[in-house]
């Protein structure tokens, strides 16, 4: 079955949606369960993935964008156009690997700022995929970094809420005009 999202990898000067940023209380919203994966939500992977390449990013969780639907969009080779982006519907992790590695991580809604966070290296995920078929899959590296870090998003968390090192992450936010006072940290 082909994917029925394709999408150029490419920037558009119009991306169809607008990111939101870290202060913005939509991103801290949990959100939704699709019940049924239509053309319309179709449309909405399609719009994601024209967001994201535009804005450079490698993944993009639909309430980045102001929408409240359990909805992720990831594409870890951006350089290799032949190869279909990964389409994330109600995604749930069934099962987390044993070693954790602290990584940089980025956030299309938190521009600029980069710093280190700690998680699993490898992560079992069960997910619809944009034809609305049960789906699993195991990820290791930058594709189950990338995962948990959208995963977050639908439950209202940013990555700066599981930065550590709270001297670096007030310079980074301050530095880039972020208010340290939206960062919600997320309690171990």
């Given at each position: 079955?082909?994917?029925?999202?394709?999408?150029?990898?490419?920037?558009?000067?119009?991306?169809?949606?607008?990111?939101?940023?870290?202060?913005?209380?939509?991103?801290?919203?949990?959100?939704?369960?699709?019940?049924?994966?239509?053309?319309?939500?179709?449309?909405?992977?399609?719009?994601?993935?024209?967001?994201?390449?535009?804005?450079?990013?490698?993944?993009?969780?639909?309430?980045?964008?102001?929408?409240?639907?359990q909805l992720i969009v990831i594409d870890i080779a951006l350089d290799q156009p032949d190869k279909p982006?990964?389409?994330?519907?109600?995604?749930?992790?069934?099962?987390?690997g044993g070693n954790v590695c602290a990584a940089e991580e980025g956030c299309l809604s938190i521009p600029?700022?980069?710093?280190?966070?700690?998680?699993?290296?490898?992560?079992?995920?069960?997910?619809?995929?944009?034809?609305?078929?049960?789906?699993?899959?195991?990820?290791?590296?930058?594709?189950?970094?990338?995962?948990?870090?959208?995963?977050?998003?639908?439950?209202?968390?940013?990555?700066?809420?599981?930065?550590?090192?709270?001297?670096?992450?007030?310079?980074?936010?301050?530095?880039?005009?972020?208010?340290?006072?939206?960062?919600?940290?997320?309690?171990?």
């Amino acid at each position: 079955m082909t994917t029925v999202v394709a999408v150029e990898k490419q920037k558009l000067e119009q991306p169809p949606l607008d990111i939101h940023y870290l202060g913005d209380r939509v991103l801290r919203q949990p959100a939704k369960r699709i019940a049924k994966v239509d053309d319309k939500i179709r449309k909405t992977i399609r719009e994601m993935l024209q967001t994201m390449y535009s804005a450079d990013g490698i993944g993009l969780a639909a309430p980045q964008v102001g929408i409240h639907k359990q909805l992720i969009v990831i594409d870890i080779a951006l350089d290799q156009p032949d190869k279909p982006p990964l389409v994330l519907i109600n995604p749930k992790i069934t099962k987390f690997g044993g070693n954790v590695c602290a990584a940089e991580e980025g956030c299309l809604s938190i521009p600029g700022v980069y710093l280190d966070v700690t998680r699993p290296e490898e992560i079992e995920v069960t997910y619809k995929n944009e034809h609305g078929k049960p789906s699993k899959l195991k990820a290791t590296g930058l594709l189950s970094r990338a995962i948990q870090h959208e995963m977050d998003h639908l439950n209202g968390v940013m990555f700066v809420d599981r930065v550590e090192n709270n001297l670096a992450l007030n310079e980074e936010l301050k530095k880039r005009g972020f208010a340290a006072s939206a960062v919600k940290p997320v309690k171990k």
